[in-house]
């Protein structure tokens, strides 16, 4: 027998039992292999829904502290702003507090006394009022933020024993880097997924993703137990195990799943690539005796041109050999020929990274440059705008100082001071219309309104101003109704063709049309002015934007008056649209209303009636400001009280017993709100109409106003007129209630 023969009969009688064993303990190690992994992935799920309850118990504890808080019992909503702060996590994590219709009282993401959002959460606080018990919300959109968040609310008492929700805010960043920050296995997924079956944290895809539904067999089967194990397609396709489990505080799914090949794969190629040696091993016992020297070589070359293809930077690709020992310098050249292109392609990636960061870096800085040079265009326009009338005011009010001169020019002097007052207040009045309508915080007293005499009454009034002088104004009107506000469809009126005059020359004309078309009332001004280029027609109704200025200013401006047309009319439910044919062409501006029937009774209401001999109770700090009103008071035959603090309220009116209380809000020691809830909390006063006189104008304002007791609601600067109207108004409710309590 040869040698070679002899060789191959031993390798077979030594190798096929251990081929054997070795398949079999191959299948048992594939097997427990998987359910080992199997078992991890759950775990994984457990532990990950441990770490949302964790962090809801932890937000639970500090939100029941928060709602025994003394500074909420007594009301000092400031102090407990400060303390809810203390607890923020920011960007993160941060506190709100609400009242029982859903409204935020604070929220400590923005600075306190911040304007805030309406009522967005009535049905959730009314749901923790109502079972007195914690919730945890889904993912919503929170109204502050704009961002997808989830909230915790736990009901509390506010002062005097009110119902309030303290409430916690989690952002999505918040669960992504607590739930999704364990060290996983790069390739599973990680989702943190709400009651209602959307992803509120996913490790994969989460900007893509995070918001979206999840699939639907995983929420199926998360819904049928608290617990469990399937096998399916994950949204990107992948075949994969997913374990799940539930977070007992929120109700939420804590979802992981891991690629079937990570599972099963690893104990397959193990056996698949232990039966290849095997099967290589024997045949190479079979060839041993004619062609081991030869193998041996082989092997050796391969491992040579694997270190050579190392040596260039290429990756190695080898194949097995007979031979454990070069095998294993064949997989460590591999290995190491990996990790070699990694750290090249990390180091591409981190390059790219850095150009992206630098374009990023330069777009934001440009951004930030030109955000400067409108800011600057913008004071520069305001300063221009609030100078010019000042001017005339100090000239007037100089000329009128020196005394001597003719009552016609003294009334002229009047009339210069009057309408250059007047010209601040529309600036003031049109800056803060553009903040509300931004903000949207306008709301509209609607009435039935014939357009035709809106225009007719708009154009009236202008031709009586200067604005008007040598233009002449074309009116063609046809009676169309509209449900509007007639002081927003003045405004809108005005600026539109205040607008047309600004741009034309004079002795031009500028025309206005009312009419109907089909559903629609249609308002267009027509002017035969320097008209527009076509690229600016997309931006004339933006706000603060302005076509190029002559060095002059003549036709200067805040930028205001468009973007206020636009908002006003889309409040009504309308649009409104620019059109010019060119440079010195003129332009064309119009704007449309849904239309209504015209109503049965048109008949005009009755007129202000003013009463005589009643007492009011004026308060207010500025001398000069309540000097010129209570004079305007008592030229109406009223007999007025004035009153320059919050203090000597209460004394004034229980010495004079007013028929009303007109209140400053902003006062030196007790602010307005106050002195009315004082006025409200004596039996000699609680009856007593109040009217607040403010510069305090916001949705917030009114609301505290009417919290606080007042009857009615006014803005600085107002019309005299408006004032004596409201004080009517409010004298008349009253004896109106008295005369039922009667």
Sequence with gaps: MRIRTLLVLMAAAVLLPVVLA??????????GERKAALRGLQETARATALIVDREAQGALSGLKALGGSEHLRTGNFRAFYDQ???????????????????????????????????????????????????????????????????????P????????????????????????????????????????????????????????????ADLVAAAARADSGLLRHSTIEGIDAYDAFNHSELTGWTIAIAAPSELVD??????????LGGLATAVLAAMLAAAAFG???????????????????????????????????????????????????????????????????????REAAQAQNVAKDQFLAMLGHELRNPLAAISGAISLLE??????????????????????????????????????GKITLERQPLDLAECVAGCVESLRATERAIGFRIVVRAAPVWVDGDPVRIEQILNNLITNALKFSPAGSDVHVDVGAQGDRALVSVQDFGVGMDEALLPHVFDPFFQGPQPPNRAQGGLGIGLALVRQLTQLHGGDVSAASAGPGRGSRFAFWLPRIEAPVDTAPRPGLIVSTRRTLVYVEDNEDARATMAELLRSCDYEVVEVPDGKGV?????????????????????????????LRSNPSTQFVPLIALTGYGQLRDKEAAALAG?????????EPARILKTVEDVLARAAALEDEGR
Excluded at 652 to 661: C, E, G
């Design 156 to 215: 509390a008492q506010g002062p005097g024993g009110r119902p309030v929700v303290v409430a916690q805010a989690f952002s999505i960043d918040h669960w992504r880097n607590t739930a999704l920050a364990q060290q996983i296995p790069p390739d599973w997924i990680v989702a943190v997924i709400d009651r209602q079956g959307k992803f509120i944290a996913r490790s994969h895809r989460p900007g893509q993703l995070v918001g979206q539904q999840a699939r």
């Design 294 to 364: 030869h193998r041996f070589i082989h092997a050796i070359g391969s491992a040579g041109r694997a270190a050579v293809a190392l040596g260039r930077g290429e990756r190695p690709v080898v194949r097995p050999t007979a031979l454990h020992e070069v095998d294993a310098l064949n997989q460590a050249l591999v290995g190491a020929g990996e990790l070699l292109d990694a750290e090249r392609r990390s180091r591409q990636a981190a390059e790219s990274e850095r150009e992206r960061l630098l374009a990023g870096e330069m777009t934001a």
């Design 84 to 154: 809810a702060a203390a607890q923020n996590r920011l960007p993160e994590v941060w506190t709100l507090l609400l009242d029982e219709q859903g409204r935020q009282i604070l929220n400590t993401i923005v600075p306190y006394g911040s304007p805030l959002p309406p009522a967005a959460a009535r049905e959730r606080v009314a749901r923790v009022l109502a079972t007195g018990k914690p919730m945890v919300t889904d993912l919503i959109l929170g109204p502050v933020t704009n961002r997808m968040l989830t909230t915790m609310y736990v």
């Design 22 to 31: 070795s398949v079999i303990a191959l299948e048992k190690i594939r097997d």
């Design 710 to 718: 007042f009857d009615a609601h006014l803005v600085k600067p107002v």
């Design 650 to 678: 209460l004394p004034a009116v229980l010495a004079t017993h007013p028929h009303a209380v007109l209140l400053d809000i902003g006062l030196p020691d007790i602010d307005g709100y106050e002195v009315a809830r004082r």
């Design 402 to 439: 020196m005394g001597g001169m003719q009552p016609e020019r003294e009334g002229r002097y009047h009339d210069i001071i009057r309408r250059q007052n007047r010209h601040l207040a529309h600036i003031i009045n049109d800056l803060l219309d553009v903040s509300r309508l931004m903000a």
């Design 265 to 274: 794969g690893p104990a397959r190629h193990a056996m698949l690539l232990a």
